[in-house]
């Protein structure tokens, strides 16, 4: 089973990854988590690399490659990040898009990051408008298009375990003989 979590920063993707993983006994991939490593390897803050990426569209493109890749060959498994979705495409058993109001992921990332949450909320536009223009100049990408999604849920409403259980309840409850078809992800000119 290939399940994919995607959303903007501090909508509780990883939070809600690692426990989508954990309930199903699935692996769990984090697009985050790569981009971040990278980042620290080449000594930048992610906001920096994601600047950079801004200037050098490989960076974007190596780790969209990488997740596509691991979409395309890899079973048991949740992939998280902001084009997973989109990413996985027809692989995904099921997509799941998350979100909440900018000034709770701001200062849900100014918690997590220790810093002022007007600056968090801040780097967190800046840094979705700079991804939401590369992914539409790279791959024709309208990252607001939530049809390609099975699901979208506003993290701000429920705690992280109600959040859990409607995903969990969305898998077990899901019935074949009565779907009249998965969202296909049409609409983008790419290639990862």
Do not use: C
């Amino acid at each position: 089973m290939l399940l994919t979590v995607s959303g903007p920063p501090g909508s509780g993707k990883s939070t809600t990854a690692e426990l989508l993983a954990d309930a199903f006994d699935l692996d769990h991939v984090s697009g985050g988590d790569i981009f971040r490593e990278l980042a620290d390897e080449r000594g930048y803050t992610p906001l920096e690399f994601n600047k950079l990426a801004e200037e050098n569209d490989q960076i974007d493109r190596d780790l969209d490659r990488r997740l596509h890749e691991i979409a395309v060959e890899e079973d048991g498994l949740v992939l998280e990040s902001r084009l997973a979705g989109w990413l996985a495409g027809e692989h995904a058993d099921f997509r799941f898009w998350l979100d909440a109001p900018a000034d709770v992921r701001g200062e849900r990332i100014a918690e997590r990051e220790d810093k002022d949450p007007v600056r968090a909320t801040e780097e967190t536009k800046a840094r979705e408008a700079s991804e939401a223009q590369r992914y539409a100049e790279y791959y024709g990408i309208d990252i607001r298009d939530l049809t390609i999604y099975d699901l979208s849920v506003n993290t701000a409403r429920w705690e992280p375990d109600a959040v859990l259980d409607m995903l969990v309840t969305a898998v077990e409850e899901y019935d074949p003989t009565g779907d009249e078809g998965k969202a296909p992800v049409t609409g983008a000119d790419y290639e990862f």
